[in-house]
């Protein structure tokens, strides 16, 4: 899954944005109250499954039958937004937001709505790879100051009308029953349900008491988090297979580097447990060093939780913001040419999109750079970074790499 191109507007500072063309990485660039964590945010907005209209909440799933049953009936693309304030531009909530995006689907990914599958292909035939180019448009209205709606207006599956505005889906054969086709582009819209993880700029830890209650990872519980799930005798493996993808990430260059990483906590990682006072603790244990993770710096910190938080949710696509926070120029470019080789060389994720402040980023031919920026009036301008700019970027790069 991928996002090829998405329009905005009406959404918090974005009276209308419009970008195109995105690539596997995409790095939005700009000031601070810019509105790039806007763009983020309202990417994870739309593809989180929403409350339907009778009331059940389809976002929060648990591991039972009832529950793949409610997964089976969500949808991103309609329900209810609940406790979503202020995502009105100026909070004029008389103004629905509109939304029109361009998703990309593999055949492997498609292939997974089972029967449907031929139906699609010989409905809206493929093109280029038998990939799926799946146009949609939404707008979402306001319910009160806290609350909204959101409705699909439109679908296009390879360039040919699914669905328009008046609700009708499109017969796939003119003998066939409107549930039928509904059905089958519901399913491929579905695909695309809660695809994508949205990692924050609150990334720092805390000292935690022992709570044996804690099932969602954040950076507030990460200890009882990972000390809960090993001891979980049905998730043994996922504990291991965690450890494992994170000694993964690997500091190359120069002997600098290497005199570091004998202390870096990734290195060859292993994890204890263990109470300090009333408090537990995480113990990184290695070769060299043995000491809780809160006394390693926070750029590793850093590092570490954002590897946990993205083998761990596994989705589709992964917004990171502010991906240099607390980290070295060397760090920051190690570890963007690490998530680099995830998505494109491994493939375990199909996107990136990450906020940054920092100009040592936008130096790469490899990746898409977006600049943000705001007007005199409140308002994000997104455009693409020209050839000229990288090159100003890539001398700062070399400076300090120096």
Not at 114 to 124: A, D, T
Request: glycine share 4%; hydrophobic share 40%.
């Amino acid at each position: 899954m991928k996002i090829s191109h998405l329009i905005i507007e009406n959404f918090k500072s974005f009276s209308k944005g419009e970008i195109h063309d995105l690539k596997k990485i995409n790095m939005i660039f700009g000031l601070n109250n810019c509105g790039k964590s806007n763009f983020l945010k309202l990417i994870e907005l739309l593809f989180r499954a929403k409350k339907n209209v009778e009331g059940e909440i389809t976002a929060e799933i648990d591991d039972t039958i009832e529950s793949h049953e409610t997964m089976s009936r969500s949808k991103f693309w309609e329900g209810i937004i609940e406790n979503e304030p202020f995502i009105f531009k100026k909070n004029e909530t008389n103004n629905p937001i509109q939304i029109a995006c361009s998703v990309i689907l593999d055949e492997i990914e498609v292939i997974k709505i089972g029967s449907h599958y031929n139906e699609l292909m010989k409905e809206f035939p493929v093109k280029v790879d038998k990939q799926f180019t799946v146009e949609f448009v939404c707008k979402i209205f306001a319910l009160d100051n806290f609350n909204s709606k959101i409705m699909l207006e439109s679908v296009k599956i390879n360039d040919k009308i699914a669905f328009n505005s008046n609700g009708h889906f499109k017969n796939v054969k003119s003998t066939s029953s409107l549930y039928e086709n509904q059905e089958a582009v519901e399913n491929l819209m579905k695909l695309m349900n809660n695809s994508v993880l949205l990692i924050d700029n609150d990334r720092y830890f805390k000292n935690e008491k022992e709570d044996k209650s804690v099932e969602v990872l954040n950076s507030k519980n990460l200890k009882n988090w990972m000390f809960n799930l090993s001891l979980d005798e049905f998730n043994r493996n996922t504990f291991a297979d965690l450890i494992s993808s994170m000694k993964e990430f690997r500091i190359s260059g120069d002997k600098e580097y290497s005199d570091n990483e004998k202390s870096n906590p990734l290195k060859d990682l292993k994890i204890l447990f263990a109470r300090l006072n009333d408090h537990i603790e995480m113990v990184v244990d290695n070769e060299f060093i043995r000491q809780p993770l809160s006394n390693f710096g926070t750029g590793i910190q850093q590092i570490f939780y954002l590897l946990l938080k993205m083998f761990e949710a596994n989705a589709k696509i992964v917004l990171i913001e502010e991906i240099e926070l607390n980290l070295s120029p060397k760090y920051q470019i190690e570890l963007m040419q690490f998530l680099n080789n995830q998505v494109v060389e491994k493939k375990r994720f199909d996107q990136i999109f990450f906020t940054t402040h920092s100009p040592l980023l936008c130096y790469r031919g490899d990746f898409n750079i977006i600049k943000a920026s705001i007007n005199g009036k409140g308002e994000t301008q997104l455009k693409d970074v020209d050839r000229e700019e990288i090159e100003k970027f890539s001398k700062i790069r070399e400076f300090i790499s120096s």
